[in-house]
């Protein structure tokens, strides 16, 4: 019997090559189911390192107190423990989540978000948690504010989430969401009618069914604010003019059980403009484990040198991964606002841009324009996520050298030319002043100029 170590040298490449072949075509068709669970990531097996496993042990520990009077008062002290701002509030009452029983047009969900954690409430229900695991991608968790004060609260890892969070809306890894459907009176998602998973490219008009909107916005409608019927024929009767330019949301509920009413339309793009870069990050960053790790296992098979480079197939995974990820830095094919621009609530924007990392001239990726498109800069500033940060080495430096080499006007494609040269030259300053760990060559690139 002829085993791999056996093999010619010839024989062994060939083999290698044959392998990794098969690895490239499971990874981006992704036709496996839960490929996350599998070696090397193993989701639901490996224990979390994110803000809320850390908070937990610093509430055992009696370094952090949380307010326990009331379930507001949980949410806003574990929200500052997650760097959330409470101005990021906005509302959903679409049934699309966990607990449906409890949203209506009436009752709607609080949705929270800063740059690596996400928060969801339901009037007299639990709280709804997602917290970045640098690896894993989002980590979902029930916490219950209504526990008796004797008892520890405690973040209860809820993986049924995955059967929304964890398929084909997230692409086939964990991950967060934001959902455009068709409400019916009772916020029930009208199936028939399928829904939208927003992102950077969503077209205005697609956006926002079974959410409520506040801001000005001009002419064009979009789909919040407004619950549709069916009819016989499958076809659905709905008002958008009626949802357009709302800034008071006291006509659709009663606001009172809320401590802020607005769910402001700058901060629902912004929502799904990091959601979606969030998935394709964690997507990134889960397919090139997998090909780092098929490649070690057979190169260890073979009897090879392991290297910790990547070769061959692997190298195809990996740049292909990085030009999704570069791509959805770059705010390529970013759906335009309506003319005019859109006008949401100063305190959001406050807030977001509060501690954004700025360049020696001032600027920042969080820079909103608002007239045009969302920010004025486009490069994301999911360049400071957790995920990003910790991505596998060959992946990350990959899109850097990628990244750095569109902005410098090196470049040949014409993919990405609709960022103007003095659009380009900003983004190079701000990401060689502020991005941790930067390659030195870009500050030196820098400081040539």
């Known amino acids: 019997m002829t085993t791999p170590a056996s093999k010619s040298p010839t024989q062994r490449s060939s083999f290698l090559r044959l392998s990794l072949a098969i690895l490239a075509s499971s990874i981006l ?28 042990s610093l509430m055992a520990a009696g370094k952090v107190k949380i307010d326990r009077t009331d379930a507001w008062t949980v949410l806003r002290d574990v929200m500052k423990q997650f760097d959330i701002p409470q101005e990021s509030q906005v509302m959903v009452f679409s049934k699309t989540s966990k607990q449906n029983d409890r949203i209506s047009p009436q009752t709607p969900r609080v949705v929270y978000f800063g740059d690596n954690a ?56 964990p991950g967060v969401i934001v959902r455009s459907v068709y ?18 490219t969503t077209p205005f008009t697609d956006r926002w069914g079974g959410w409520y909107v506040t801001g000005r916005h001009g002419s064009v409608l979009h789909r919040g604010n407004v619950t549709a019927t069916e009819k016989n024929d499958q076809t ?10 709302i800034t008071d949301l006291a006509k659709f509920f009663d606001v009172t059980p809320y401590k802020r009413k607005q ?6 793009m912004v929502l799904e403009h990091q959601t979606s870069v969030q998935n394709i990050l964690t997507k ?5 484990l997998r090909a780092m790790h098929m490649q070690t296992s057979l190169q260890r098979e073979l009897g090879e040198a392991i ?79 957790l995920t990003f940060q910790h991505l596998t080495a060959p992946l990350k430096q990959t899109i850097l050298t990628r990244l750095w080499n569109i902005l410098d006007g090196k470049d040949t494609s014409g993919h990405f030319d609709y960022l103007t040269t003095t659009e380009r030259g900003h983004i190079r300053r701000i990401l060689a002043e502020t991005l941790p760990g930067v390659p030195a060559e870009w500050k030196k690139a820098l400081a040539a100029k």
Do not use: W
């Not at 097996?45 to 496993?53: E, F, G, I, K, Y």
């Not at 709804?128 to 209504?146: H, M, N, Q, R």
């Open 284 to 288: 990134a960053n889960h397919a090139a």
């Open 118 to 173: 996400y928060v969801g409430y339901c009037l007299g229900g639990s709280i709804e948690v997602a917290t970045i695991d640098p690896k894993l991608g989002p980590i979902f968790y029930l916490l219950d504010p209504y526990e008796v004060p004797a008892k520890p609260l405690h973040f209860q890892r809820d993986n049924s989430c995955l059967s929304c969070h964890g398929g084909p809306f997230t692409p086939e890894v």
């Open 183 to 200: 409400p019916g009176p009772e916020g029930h998602p009208i199936m028939s009618q399928g829904s939208t998973v927003v992102d950077t």
């Open 236 to 245: 659905i009767d709905i008002d958008f003019k009626a949802g357009a330019n």
């Open 263 to 268: 769910s402001d339309i700058v901060a629902l």
């Open 307 to 385: 290297m910790s480079e990547p070769t061959g197939t692997a190298r195809r995974i990996i740049d292909h991964a990085a030009e999704d990820v570069v791509e959805a830095l770059l705010f390529k094919d970013e759906a335009a606002l309506p003319e005019g621009g859109i006008e949401g609530d100063p305190a959001f924007q406050t807030a977001f841009t509060k501690r954004a990392p700025q360049s020696s001239d001032g600027r920042s990726l969080k820079d909103f324009q608002l007239l045009h498109r969302l920010f004025k800069y486009r490069c994301s500033y999911m360049v400071y996520s």
């Open 29 to 56: 068709t992704i036709h496996a189911e839960d490929e996350y669970e599998n070696a090397p990531i193993r989701y639901s097996d490996t224990t979390p390192n994110d803000a809320a496993q850390q908070l937990e």
